[in-house]
C-alpha cells in the first residue's frame, strides 16, 4: 500500500518570524499522525529557519525550486548540494507557475529532476492543463507529454523514488476545484503511462498527489480515490488547523 503524503507549498509567504511559528504549529499539531508522510516547502531564505523548527518532528522539508548545476555563475540560483546542507529531502520542480512566469521548458525541468535523483533528493515533479487546454479535450496529450519529458533519461531504479503532483493549473489559486472523478481519471492515466515506461511495479509504487486548491472541505472526497496518494496544498498550507486536517484527513 502507498503511504499518503500531503506536501505545502508555501510559496512567497510568510517572513522569518512567520516561517518559524507556523512551522512549530505544524510540528506540533502532527505529532500524533500516524499513516501519512507530511512535507512543507518554505521560501529559500528561511530553510533553514524551518528546519530548526521542525527538528525533532516527522515532517520532512522541501525546496520549493532548485538549480540543476552544483555551483556556478548562476546568480539567484540555489543548487541541489545547498538544499542538502540545509536539511532538505525533497525539491518541487516544474511547478505550473515557473512553467508560466519563469519560462521553465520540459527540457530545463528534466535537468532539474535529472540532477535532484542524482543527488538524493526526491523531486515532486508537477505537471498539468489550462482551462483552455482541458476545454479542447488536450488533457491528456498534455499530461503524457510533461510526464514523458520530465522523466527522459531517468531509470527504473530513480524512478521509483519520483512522486508526481497532478494540478490542473484552473484550479490552482482559483477555489475551483477538478471533481474527484475528473482528478481520479488523470491520475489513473498517469499511473498507465508509467506502468507503460517503467512496468507495473514501479507504477503500483509512486505516488501521484492532487494539487488545485485543496482545503479540509474537500480532501476526504480526493484521498478516497483509488489512485489520488495525498495532495500538494498551496493556500490552506498557510494554516496550521486547516493543514493538520488535510493530513489528518489522509492517514491510512
Known sequence: ??????????????????????AA????????LRGVDIVVAPVSPYLN?????????????????????????????????MLLDLGCKYAILGHSERREYFAESDELVNQKVRSALSHDLIPILCIGET????????????????????LS???NEDAKRVIIAYEPI?????????????????HAEIRKLIAELYGTTIASQMRILYG?????????????????DGALVG??????????????????
Open 1 to 22: 500500500m502507498r503511504t499518503p503524503l500531503v506536501a505545502g507549498n508555501w510559496k512567497m509567504n510568510k517572513n522569518s518570524a512567520g516561517s518559524r511559528e507556523l
Open 25 to 32: 504549529g505544524l510540528a506540533s499539531g502532527t505529532r500524533d
Open 49 to 81: 529557519v524551518v528546519a530548526d523548527a521542525l527538528r525533532g518532528s516527522q515532517i520532512g522539508l522541501a525546496a520549493q525550486n532548485m538549480h540543476w548545476a552544483e555551483h556556478g555563475a548562476y546568480t539567484g540560483e540555489i543548487s541541489p548540494t
Open 131 to 150: 482551462l483552455d487546454e482541458r476545454e479542447a479535450g488536450k488533457t491528456s496529450a498534455k499530461v503524457v507529454r510533461q510526464v514523458k519529458a520530465a
Open 153 to 155: 533519461g531517468v531509470s
Open 170 to 186: 484552473w484550479a490552482i489559486g482559483t477555489g475551483r476545484t477538478a471533481t474527484p472523478e475528473q482528478a481520479q481519471e488523470v
Open 212 to 228: 488545485g486548491s485543496v482545503k479540509s472541505e474537500n480532501i476526504a472526497e480526493l484521498i478516497s480515490q483509488p489512485d489520488i
Open 235 to 252: 493556500g490552506a498550507s498557510l494554516d496550521v488547523e486547516g493543514f493538520v486536517a488535510i493530513a489528518r484527513a489522509c492517514t491510512r
